[in-house]
């Protein structure tokens, strides 16, 4: 079954600084990878989407890449802002036979310090 | 806001119950999935309705049911509830076939004890 790996300690930043978090997956290449937000308490918040076909997306200060080789992800947040403190979920997305199945993985908590 | 509201928002029960949850997706997408998140781990995917059908299922046993209606609303049925059901369950809806983007509710907060 596909496994994710994001690093499961938490990832302390200076604000203004580029945080980079990583997303490794085993198995099977996705047919999407995406990346979400979640603040404690509430459900996470789509981020970004790349498809296996792509090599890098943006999004004002979110850039994420996919290597499918390497079987990972990377998102980078520049110019970190407090407010950028959160966990940060990647997410794979499978279709096989028509049928749907998203794995998630643990997460990475974000600690942008002012 | 994502449009999509879950209720209760939380709720408490006695280990062997049975529980229904709700959902009701946002305007126009006609796919509701479901997830399991126990605190510090990721959402675990229950399963997934599109158009009134099951269409796609993670590692839950049969226990965990779900529907959902004409209106693309859903409900996630878990019987003879366990210690271990305790987690914040999340519904997503999005729009199938266009892309993949979620767009979650806050969430049920269930506690079994």
């Known amino acids: 079954s596909q496994k994710i790996e994001q690093n499961s300690e938490a990832l302390n930043i200076q604000e203004g600084k580029t945080a980079t978090l990583t997303c490794n997956y085993t198995?099977?290449?996705?047919?999407?990878l995406q990346w979400y937000r979640q603040d404690p308490g509430r459900g996470p918040v789509f981020l970004l989407l790349?498809?296996?076909?792509?090599k890098e997306k943006r999004k004002e200060r979110l850039k994420v890449t996919f290597d499918t080789t390497l079987k990972q992800s990377l998102f980078h947040i520049t110019a970190s802002q407090p407010a950028d403190s959160a966990t940060y979920l990647c997410?794979?997305?499978?279709?096989?036979?028509?049928?749907?199945?998203?794995?998630f993985g643990t997460g990475t908590k974000l600690q942008v310090i002012p | 806001e994502t449009g999509v509201t879950q209720s209760p928002t939380h709720l408490i029960k006695t280990r062997g119950q049975q529980v229904t949850l709700r959902c009701s997706s946002q305007?126009?997408?006609?796919?509701v999935s479901w997830y399991q998140q126990a605190l510090g781990q990721g959402p675990q995917f229950i399963f997934q309705?599109?158009?009134?059908?099951?269409?796609g299922r993670g590692n839950f046993p049969p226990r965990f049911s779900g529907l959902q209606f004409p209106n693309y609303s859903s409900e996630l049925n878990v019987n003879a509830l366990e210690l271990d059901d305790s987690a914040l369950y999340l519904c997503?809806?999005?729009?199938?076939?266009?892309?993949?983007?979620?767009?979650f509710g806050q969430g049920t907060r269930l506690t079994v004890v």
């Open positions: 997503a809806s999005s729009l199938q076939g266009v892309n993949t983007e979620a767009f």
């Open positions: 198995n099977y290449s996705p047919a999407y």
């Open positions: 790349i498809r296996e076909n792509e």
């Open positions: 997410a794979l997305d499978m279709i096989a036979g028509g049928y749907q199945k998203v794995t």
């Open positions: 305007s126009g997408h006609n796919t």
């Open positions: 309705y599109y158009r009134e059908e099951e269409n």
